[in-house]
């Protein structure tokens, strides 16, 4: 079991910054590859970026590529995302999820087994 917590969502400007931080208990957390992803209202919850357990593997959603940075932490069990040139589209519930596996499989929801409740993100234009 993985317990996940995410923190430093919030309300900014159109082409500011934020970094979200996911806190990781309940496991050899360096097992689980991570993911990031995003639900806003009435859409279906997508995926925004993934590293596996190493750190060495970080693919992103082609929405963010060039603008949002995942990185980990294993000594203190985090899990970051580096969000810059924020743009109102990027506005959702932003979730951290673990894998079951050091590696991800795929880039789905289903492919991810342990959740966070989510951190706002809003951008106004």
């Known amino acids: 079991q993985v317990q996940l917590v995410e923190s430093g969502g919030g309300l900014v400007q159109a082409g500011g910054s934020l970094r979200l931080s996911c806190a990781a208990s309940g496991r050899t957390f360096s097992r689980n590859a991570m993911g990031w992803f995003r639900q806003a209202p009435g859409m279906e919850r997508e995926f925004v970026a993934a590293i596996s357990g190493s750190g060495n593997s970080t693919p992103y959603a082609n929405s963010v590529k060039g603008r949002f940075t995942i990185s980990r932490d294993n000594a203190v069990n985090r899990v970051y995302l580096e969000m810059n040139s924020l743009k109102p589209e990027d506005t959702a519930v932003y979730y951290c999820?673990?894998?079951?596996?050091?590696?991800?499989?795929?880039?789905?929801?289903?492919?991810?087994?342990?959740w966070g409740q989510g951190t706002q993100v809003t951008v106004s234009s």
């Open positions: 999820a673990a894998a079951p596996t050091n590696y991800y499989s795929g880039y789905s929801p289903a492919d991810f087994i342990f």
